[in-house]
């Protein structure tokens, strides 16, 4: 192969921009010297570093107060498990949290001594100030105890899972916070969904996928932790920068395939195209339009009447007759059938004494596609209710 340029090629001798000088530009560590590109390969921090900044612009934070990691359960794992809670500390959690997360409440409340959950139960529909009552009631019923305990911390979703819930993430977080608990928004369905202002909002803890609604690569998302608490938040497996800072500390934890991260610049890009606003007006429309029609098709309703509490996901009743169907108990017969025989998939789950599915509204979908979805859950639903006595 042959090069040629006009001006003289760096050489070993003379360098010129390549050598030591960027070493720093690279992610490994400082005590350590790459030779090994013929397995593992490495890409410039600046890569990394508009990553974070294009993400912090999306949430209206600093870049530095971000780690990306892969998912937000890696991100309440990597919070929970990091913070120091003492004997008599609670975790207040709603009972429609995701089971990742909730479990991982689970999983601290087993190990860390003498912690306990606070769990409020709640059933949609909901308005938010009957929420806000709810979990506030809690707060007051555990202070009543008055034994010593404290709600150290609270994780609330932004946007629930199942059913998928607009929470008044802002009235809660105000609330807790004036009750001295810190807040810690599961916001996994919010980045691409909603539009996101942490510091209008100001929690102490943030995780957002990036690979629900951004459109980036699964396997990325977003973690936030407020200044005044990095020194105590790590990473799970712990880096060689342990200690130095926290952006430096979720910068390089060892070899990791870091492509799904590096996706996130091309899927923000990709949305610049067509507008933030125009992206989530037309979805959020979608899915209030589509969830009616579909609601009239199967002859129910909407879970949730209330347009602010629906984003880009929609709850339609099932009518099925029988909710002890093993069909229906089943983890995956629902999930199975939809794919198998029809090409399509939607959750479907029990919430209370009926049983939902969730829609999710998307700029590649037309109402037309709710309507083939709606004969197509009419046609499941009509045949197992005909095994119903």
Same mark, same amino acid.
């Given at each position: 192969?042959?090069?040629?340029?006009?001006?003289?090629?760096?050489?070993?001798?003379?360098?010129?921009?390549?050598?030591?000088?960027?070493?720093?530009?690279?992610?490994?560590?400082?005590?350590?010297?790459?030779?090994?590109?013929?397995?593992?390969?490495?890409?410039?921090?600046?890569?990394?570093?508009?990553?974070? =900044?294009? *993400?912090?612009?999306?949430?209206? @934070? /600093?870049?530095?107060?971000?780690?990306?990691? #892969?998912?937000?359960? $890696?991100? +309440?794992?990597?919070?929970?498990?990091?913070?120091?809670?003492?004997?008599?500390?609670?975790?207040?959690?709603?009972?429609? =949290?995701? *089971?990742?997360?909730?479990?991982? @409440? /689970?999983?601290?409340?087993?190990?860390?001594? #003498?912690?306990?959950? $606070?769990? +409020?139960?709640?059933?949609?529909?909901?308005?938010?100030?009957?929420?806000?009552?709810?979990?506030?009631?809690?707060?007051?019923?555990?202070?009543?105890?008055?034994?010593?305990?404290?709600?150290?911390?609270?994780?609330?979703?932004?946007?629930?899972? $199942?059913?998928?819930?607009?929470?008044?993430?802002?009235?809660?977080?105000?609330?807790?916070?004036?009750?001295?608990?810190?807040?810690?928004?599961?916001?996994?369905?919010?980045?691409?969904?909603?539009?996101?202002?942490?510091?209008?909002?100001?929690?102490?803890?943030?995780?957002?996928?990036?690979?629900?609604?951004?459109?980036?690569?699964?396997?990325?998302?977003?973690?936030?932790?407020?200044?005044?608490?990095?020194?105590?938040?790590?990473?799970?497996?712990?880096?060689?920068?342990?200690?130095?800072?926290?952006?430096?500390?979720?910068?390089?934890?060892?070899?990791?395939?870091?492509?799904?991260?590096?996706?996130?610049?091309?899927?923000?890009?990709?949305?610049?195209?067509?507008?933030?606003?125009?992206?989530?007006?037309?979805?959020?429309?979608?899915?209030?339009?589509?969830?009616?029609?579909?609601?009239?098709?199967?002859?129910?309703?909407?879970?949730?009447?209330?347009?602010?509490?629906?984003?880009?996901?929609?709850?339609?009743?099932?009518?099925?007759?029988?909710?002890?169907?093993?069909?229906?108990?089943?983890?995956?017969?629902?999930?199975?059938?939809?794919?198998?025989?029809?090409?399509?998939?939607?959750?479907?789950?029990?919430?209370?004494?009926?049983?939902?599915?969730?829609?999710?509204?998307?700029?590649?979908?037309?109402?037309?596609?709710?309507?083939?979805?709606?004969?197509?859950?009419?046609?499941?639903?009509?045949?197992?209710?005909?095994?119903?006595?």
């Amino acid at each position: 192969m042959t090069i040629t340029t006009t001006g003289a090629l760096p050489t070993p001798a003379n360098p010129g921009p390549f050598g030591h000088k960027l070493r720093s530009q690279f992610l490994f560590p400082e005590n350590y010297t790459q030779f090994n590109h013929g397995s593992f390969g490495l890409f410039p921090k600046v890569e990394m570093a508009k990553v974070r =900044g294009q *993400v912090a612009e999306l949430l209206h @934070v /600093d870049a530095d107060d971000l780690a990306l990691v #892969e998912n937000t359960t $890696v991100g +309440v794992n990597t919070v929970l498990r990091s913070f120091k809670f003492a004997p008599g500390d609670r975790i207040l959690r709603l009972s429609t =949290g995701y *089971v990742n997360v909730n479990k991982t @409440v /689970d999983f601290v409340c087993d190990h860390a001594q #003498e912690v306990k959950l $606070v769990e +409020v139960p709640i059933t949609f529909p909901l308005t938010d100030k009957e929420m806000v009552d709810a979990v506030e009631k809690a707060i007051l019923h555990h202070q009543s105890l008055k034994d010593g305990s404290r709600i150290r911390m609270a994780v609330i979703d932004w946007i629930s899972s $199942v059913p998928s819930i607009v929470q008044p993430v802002k009235q809660l977080t105000e609330l807790l916070k004036s009750y001295g608990i810190l807040v810690y928004i599961d916001g996994a369905h919010t980045l691409g969904q909603i539009p996101v202002d942490l510091t209008d909002l100001d929690p102490d803890f943030y995780i957002g996928n990036c690979h629900k609604w951004l459109f980036s690569v699964r396997g990325s998302a977003a973690l936030y932790v407020k200044k005044k608490h990095q020194h105590l938040i790590h990473p799970i497996a712990i880096p060689s920068d342990y200690k130095v800072n926290f952006a430096s500390e979720f910068s390089y934890i060892g070899a990791q395939d870091f492509a799904s991260l590096l996706s996130i610049s091309s899927a923000i890009e990709f949305r610049k195209q067509f507008g933030e606003e125009a992206i989530i007006h037309y979805s959020h429309q979608l899915a209030l339009e589509g969830g009616q029609l579909m609601a009239k098709i199967l002859g129910t309703n909407v879970l949730t009447p209330d347009d602010h509490q629906v984003a880009n996901m929609v709850n339609v009743r099932l009518p099925f007759k029988d909710l002890s169907n093993p069909k229906l108990t089943s983890s995956s017969y629902l999930m199975n059938l939809q794919m198998d025989k029809y090409g399509i998939f939607t959750p479907s789950f029990r919430h209370g004494d009926h049983f939902y599915m969730r829609l999710s509204a998307q700029i590649y979908l037309e109402l037309s596609d709710f309507v083939r979805l709606g004969n197509i859950w009419k046609e499941i639903v009509d045949d197992i209710n005909a095994e119903s006595p």
